[in-house]
């Protein structure tokens, strides 16, 4: 890292440029949360600005109407944290592990949980859902956490593992010496240091499974259990001209992972610096 | 502390780790690779999805995919939006991951813009393909609008050859960026400040000190973000859909679109597996390459 | 960090409960249900019963809403669940999920092709003509829903046909004060509406199916000279050559340049929305959408009065008008053996009291379909004012059939890319009819 340099025309129009990148980037979420505010036509008139007279709240409260927001809210909460939880528990123990016993045992198994993640979802669409209906867990909560769960555990003992491994190694032999069990050293020494990496885990794998489309819509019943995005797509997908309404939708879908991720983002980062970036 | 203790320890050690393996072991095998294996077995199969019965029918649902409408054009399609997002996501992120990491020099809060560029990829596929479905309307898009205040002409986004192939590359590069930013920041962050201050005290001019420092120490993280973008674009399934139903042509509908079109609309679910199949193939062959590639010029430099 | 995990933990045990809590309750009761005989007397003490209805349009939401009411009103043991997913790319995966969950709904809509006839050789599908209710239906539109094996799979909600809106407000400004009433006619309305005025000629929705493909279907009823129904059974054997009549080719042709920009990716709301923008002086759409087609048209034109609508005039000076239409979906019952008795009851008697006029017309007045229903009388129909001067003509017009109830999806696969690719401008007219008769000699067709 360059340290002390001079502020000259060059940085200036640097940062300039990033700027503007910035705000590019930015600008379909910005037309989107504007658009929020608007009626359809002034949308399409006036994209980028939003005066007094063009602000109306109606979208909200219609979206939500017609998305049976609260109710999708509260399932979509409930799989992501209680799927999140279980990929959580079974992939820090698996990439402790992995991490630090030694054997071909290990190395295969990490291979192979790590090489699921090329396989599409989608392929497996079917046998999923006869299988789940075989197994009675059709049409239930379970059901749907049951395999966002085990789809996110690849990408999870991928974290862990990396993370694991880039931790100093005295730690487990200061506590082995000390006498403590497998186990023990585990819950006593790692377990505390594992905060921004399961911050990492939480983020890429809670996104996923909030976002998640198809297997929401395939394993539930819409009525009964409605998610975020099914609903967003029952009434957006293919009438997309309310775009008031579509927006207001997509924000207030969106609105909880964003806020997560502000409140974790040192974590978060920390965590992909300690683990990711070593492989 | 002697020998024999810590032989025996390291023993239990293993076999408590052995059964800390289970529970991911159990839940992986159970729900994925029987699923997978359900699949492999189907695309043997004329199989419609709906009825009990099927009959085995050998490789025949693999010969026939040559035959299918638009085969080459939708294996163009795919490849194409692989290699071309993986390019522009890392380039972009690469660039901006740079320009964000010089400290104490500009004005802008790094983690704020760092925090402002990674929310596109919070959102939801079939949210992004709606937004920018909207976005790219002839004449409604904000695209269109923007492009006529500036005295140029409407671009038919979504029914052009090329032109929607690049519109598609482009939306789902804008979800990706952010995360391949915080992984190339990260990556950054490792390489000590010394090397390049004996560099600058050498003599080599910023450019120099690019190509023949960052970059190769850069190497594991460049393999990350380019394995994990590459299997995440051939994966995409809402996103180019939603944005442009597969036109023109078939030159924008995936792999993914077409296994969903066999198996579930068409009802030749046999065929749509044996597609599938050939997904996971093609995604296992090409991150086998990138990796090859990749990890042999980080060994040269690691 | 360990207050962080904890908290974390009981959220989860919390909310994992509650995942329990929520699953479905075990099978209703097994108390004897009491007949519930007419359709007025509302059960005594009846078992609990839950209908789940697949109700795919819902624009038509709140009038299925005032339906569900009504009739848990009159039978308080009755549950419906209304299932609103768009039918569209979504609700294949759906349906073949439900499939394969053996979890269909009770009562759903059926249409000729697709996945409704993979339910039907699944042999999921009732029956309907034991129905009272399939006595009220004209019988050529129980032919039309009758499947190869002689099941009646739906009863139609109304008819569908296609049909030509006009803003005269702006043909007024491109010098026609009447509308077209041939091909070439509308071809020269077409030319001086995109000479004169800002607007584009026609606007139709290329995503919509049906409507893309109208143009080539009706194109090939007038110039073809084929007597009623002969084109469906050619098409059936695979045998009516597009290639062979070079009228096609030339009219597609003629047409093309006047779509609007975009078409092909156009929704069908979309239509509406163009005309309200005043940015299209014809719509080509269908009747089914009359209602909102016409008070966009009005909103633009200045008034009612200004809106007209026809049925496409794609025909030669002095010769008949063809009508292109279809059973407007209609709905069936699907057999499930799981059902229980009362269920199944339940089931049959809330399909009855769905056809009786009085409570169809919620459907009718809200999609302002033309019924064919036979027990309506004209004070219970409601349909939007431009219509009503075409229906008429529309029932005594010789018609064809729309294409999606001959079509095999995979033909339709074919056919929709390359007409979606000559609406856009990509493909030319001889791509067109090339690929379609390649297409009908590939695929098998439709039972």
């Known amino acids: 890292m360059n340290e002390k340099k001079k502020v000259t025309p060059a940085v200036i129009i640097e940062e300039f440029i990033l700027f503007i990148f910035t705000i590019v980037i930015l600008s379909p979420v910005l037309y989107m949360l504007l658009g929020a505010f608007k009626k359809r036509s002034d949308i399409v008139k006036h994209p980028f600005q939003l005066t ?69 979802f989608i392929s497996c669409l079917i046998p999923c859902i006869a299988q789940a209906t075989r197994l009675n867990i059709y049409n239930t909560l379970w059901g749907c956490i049951a395999y966002e769960a085990a789809w996110n555990i690849p990408m999870a003992v991928f974290l862990y593992t990396g993370f694991m491994r880039a931790l100093p190694g005295e730690l487990q032999d200061a506590a082995y010496i000390d006498g403590c069990s497998t186990f023990k050293v585990y819950s006593t020494v790692f377990l505390p240091l594992l905060a921004p990496v399961t911050a990492t885990t939480a983020i890429r794998c809670g996104v996923g499974m909030w976002n998640d489309y198809i297997l929401a819509k395939c394993m539930l019943n819409h009525v009964k259990y409605p998610t975020l995005m099914v609903a967003i797509y029952a009434f957006f997908g293919d009438r997309v001209n309310e775009y008031g309404l579509a927006f207001a939708g997509i924000i207030l879908a969106s609105l909880p992972m964003i806020i997560i991720y502000i409140a974790l983002q040192k974590y978060f980062i920390k965590g992909i610096v300690a683990g990711a970036v070593k492989g | 502390m002697n020998r024999k203790k810590l032989v025996g320890l390291e023993r239990t050690h293993t076999r408590t780790c052995r059964i800390m393996l289970i529970p991911a072991f159990i839940l992986c095998f159970a729900f994925v690779i029987i699923p997978l294996i359900d699949v492999v077995r189907y695309s043997f199969t004329d199989w419609d999805g709906i009825q009990p019965q099927m009959a085995f029918v050998g490789f025949e649902n693999y010969r026939n995919l040559p035959q299918m409408e638009g085969f080459k054009d939708m294996l163009v399609a795919t490849f194409t939006f692989a290699i071309g997002m993986t390019v522009i996501t890392i380039l972009v992120s690469f660039i901006t991951a740079l320009a964000l990491d010089k400290k104490g020099r500009g004005r802008m809060p790094r983690n704020l813009v760092r925090a402002l560029w990674f929310i596109p990829s919070l959102l939801s596929g079939t949210v992004v393909g709606i937004l920018w479905h909207i976005m790219y309307n002839y004449h409604n898009g904000v695209v269109n609008t923007v492009l006529k205040t500036v005295g140029l002409k409407s671009v038919n986004w979504l029914e052009t050859y090329v032109v929607t192939n690049i519109a598609i590359i482009v939306a789902a590069a804008w979800v990706q960026i952010g995360m391949c930013i915080i ?120 | 960090m360990k207050k962080l995990l904890a908290v974390l933990l009981s959220a989860a045990m919390i909310l994992g409960l509650a995942a329990c809590a929520s699953q479905p309750a075990a099978p209703a009761a097994t108390e004897a249900a009491t007949t519930a005989a007419a359709t007025e007397a509302p059960a005594a003490e009846a078992e609990k019963v839950t209908l789940e209805l697949y109700c795919v349009k819902t624009e038509n939401l709140e009038a299925w809403q005032e339906l569900e009411r009504r009739f848990e009103a009159l039978y308080p043991n009755v549950d419906i669940e209304l299932i609103t997913l768009e039918f569209s790319s979504g609700s294949s995966e759906f349906i073949t999920a439900r499939i394969a969950a053996d979890d269909l709904p009770d009562v759903l809509q059926v249409s000729q092709g697709g996945v409704t ?9 009732e029956d309907l003509k034991r129905f009272k209710a399939a006595d009220s239906i004209p019988q050529v539109y129980k032919d039309l829903l009758t499947y190869s094996d002689g099941t009646l799979f739906g009863l139609a909600q109304g008819a569908a046909f296609a049909t030509m809106y006009y803003n005269m407000d702006i043909l007024e400004k491109a010098g026609w004060t009447t509308i077209p009433t041939n091909w070439d006619e509308l071809i020269q309305c077409c030319k001086d509406v995109k000479e004169k005025t800002d607007a584009a000629p026609i606007v139709t929705s290329g995503q919509h199916g049906t409507l893309l493909y109208f143009t080539p279907e009706l194109i090939a009823a007038h110039v073809c000279g084929l007597g009623q129904n002969e084109y469906e059974e050619q098409f059936r054997a695979g045998k009516f050559d597009w290639t062979a009549y070079p009228e096609i080719e030339q ?101 009855e009291w769905l056809y009786l006029p009085e409570n169809f017309r919620c459907i009718q007045n809200s999609s302002g379909s033309v019924p064919v229903l036979t027990t309506f009388t004209d004070d219970q129909i409601v349909l939007p004012e431009p219509i009503v001067p075409v229906v008429a003509p529309m029932n005594a017009a010789p018609s064809i059939l729309m294409g999606f109830n001959i079509w095999t999806t995979e033909y339709n696969d074919a056919a929709k890319t390359v007409l979606l690719d000559w609406i856009s401008g990509n493909a030319t007219a001889k791509q067109v009819v090339d690929t379609m008769w390649e297409a009908e000699q590939k695929y098998p067709k439709n039972k």
């Open chain 2, 183 to 302: 992984i190339f920041m990260a990556g950054l962050q490792g390489i000590s400040a010394d090397i390049y201050e004996a560099a600058t005290i050498d003599g080599a001019t910023d450019r120099q000190q690019l190509w023949s420092i960052t970059v190769p120490m850069m190497a594991p993280s460049i393999t990350i973000n380019v394995i994990t973008t590459t299997i995440g674009a051939f994966k995409a399934y809402e996103l180019p859909y939603f944005i442009s139903k597969g036109m023109p042509g078939y030159t924008t509908l995936l792999l993914t679109g077409r296994i969903s079109f066999y198996a579930f609309k068409a009802g030749k679910y046999g065929y749509g597996s044996a597609l599938a199949v050939i997904l996971v193939l093609i995604i296992a062959l090409f991150s086998l390459l990138e990796l090859l590639i990749l990890r042999k010029r980080e060994d040269i430099y690691g």
């Open chain 3, 117 to 125: 006839s993979q339910l039907l050789d699944a042999g999921k599908i």
């Open chain 3, 251 to 351: 009219r597609l042709e003629e047409i093309q340049p006047y779509f609007i920009t975009g078409a092909a990716s156009m929704v069908e709301d979309d239509i509406a929305t163009m005309m309200a923008d005043g940015a299209a002086a014809m719509a080509l759409a269908g009747n089914w959408t009359a209602a909102s087609v016409c008070d966009a048209t009005a909103e633009a034109a200045g008034g009612m009065d200004k809106v007209k609508a026809s049925l496409p005039p794609f025909n030669k000076a002095g010769e008949a008008t063809w009508a292109s239409v279809a059973p407007e979906d209609g709905f069936g019952i699907t057999k499930d053996a799981k059902r229980s008795p009362a269920e199944q009851e339940a089931l049959e008697t809330f399909y």
């Open chain 1, 52 to 120: 007094k007279e063009m602000f109306i709240l109606e979208n909200f409260p219609k979206a939500v109407k017609n998305m049976n927001f609260w109710k999708a809210l509260t399932y979509t909460a409930i799989i992501t944290v209680v799927s999140l939880l279980i990929v959580i528990i079974v992939s820090s123990i698996a990439g402790f592990a992995i991490a630090r016993a030694k054997g071909r045992l290990f190395s295969a198994f990490y291979g192979a949980t790590v090489s699921i993640m090329v396989i599409p």
